[in-house]
T-cell receptor, first 116, second 113 residues
Framework: AQSVTQLDSHVSVSEGTPVLLRCNYS??????LFWYVQHPNKGLQLLLKYTSAATLVKGINGFEAEFKKSETSFHLTKPSAHMSDAAEYFCVVSALSGAGSYQLTFGKGTKLSVIP | DTEVTQTPKHLVMGMTNKKSLKCEQHMGHRAMYWYKQKAKKPPELMFV???????INESVPSRFSPECPNSSLLNLHLHALQPEDSALYLC????????????FGQGTRLTVV
């Protein structure tokens, strides 16, 4: 069984300041982990993924995340927030299901607000 | 091309109508998914097709009927929906073996009146 906990439902930062969105996971096997971003009334866009290679993963738009097995965490960071980063962010864990396809388990999401 | 295309973008339908949502991908992915997303909630898995066969049905009511005519197309047929079925419906695809990430379409915003 697998699960994802996003520790903050809402994070508010000022433009130009660092962003930290926290995620803890639980997985029976070596997980694949992802961060997706969703702007209002849009689909989900993949920001970055961890699939057991480097533990520090760089994604699009200046985001990165570090996989820490000992802490079962996969926190998302960005050095400097931009107004366009305001969106909903989902931490997701993936595992192969018994039916032979990968199933995604979503966290509840973190809404990021960026203050001018 | 890493795009999943969904049509229509918006749909308003009455409770007695029959409509269909369409999804298309040309990435050669052999797994395709339908998700339902209510406001301020994460997506909820509805159906999974693997190699054009329905592999997972998450206890979805029969008024939702999925169809996978070929490896690039996925449909969701809607009939006799209820107002509580109003939501954003997302299609996604993934490679069954080479990678695990899913690529999502922009969604269809469905309103049932």
């Amino acid at each position: 069984a697998q699960s994802v906990t996003q520790l903050d439902s809402h994070v508010s930062v000022s433009e130009g300041t660092p962003v930290l969105l926290r995620c803890n996971y639980s997985s029976s096997y070596s997980p694949s982990l992802f961060w997706y971003v969703q702007h209002p009334n849009k689909g989900l866009q993949l920001l970055l993924k961890y699939t057991s290679a480097a533990t520090l993963v760089k994604g699009i738009n200046g985001f990165e995340a570090e996989f820490k097995k000992s802490e079962t965490s996969f926190h998302l960071t960005k050095p400097s927030a931009h107004m366009s980063d305001a969106a909903e962010y989902f931490c997701v864990v993936s595992a192969l299901s018994g039916a032979g396809s990968y199933q995604l388990t979503f966290g509840k999401g973190t809404k990021l607000s960026v203050i001018p | 091309d890493t795009e999943v295309t969904q049509t229509p973008k918006h749909l308003v339908m009455g409770m007695t109508n029959k409509k269909s949502l369409k999804c298309e991908q040309h990435m050669g992915h052999r797994a395709m998914y339908w998700y339902k997303q209510k406001a301020k909630k994460p997506p909820e898995l509805m159906f999974v097709y693997s190699y054009e066969k329905l592999s997972i049905n998450e206890s979805v009511p029969s008024r939702f009927s999925p169809e996978c005519p070929n490896s690039s197309l996925l449909n969701l047929h809607l009939h006799a929906l209820q107002p509580e079925d109003s939501a954003l419906y997302l299609c996604a695809s993934s490679s069954r073996t080479e990678s695990t990430e899913a690529f999502f379409g922009q969604g269809t915003r469905l309103t049932v009146v």
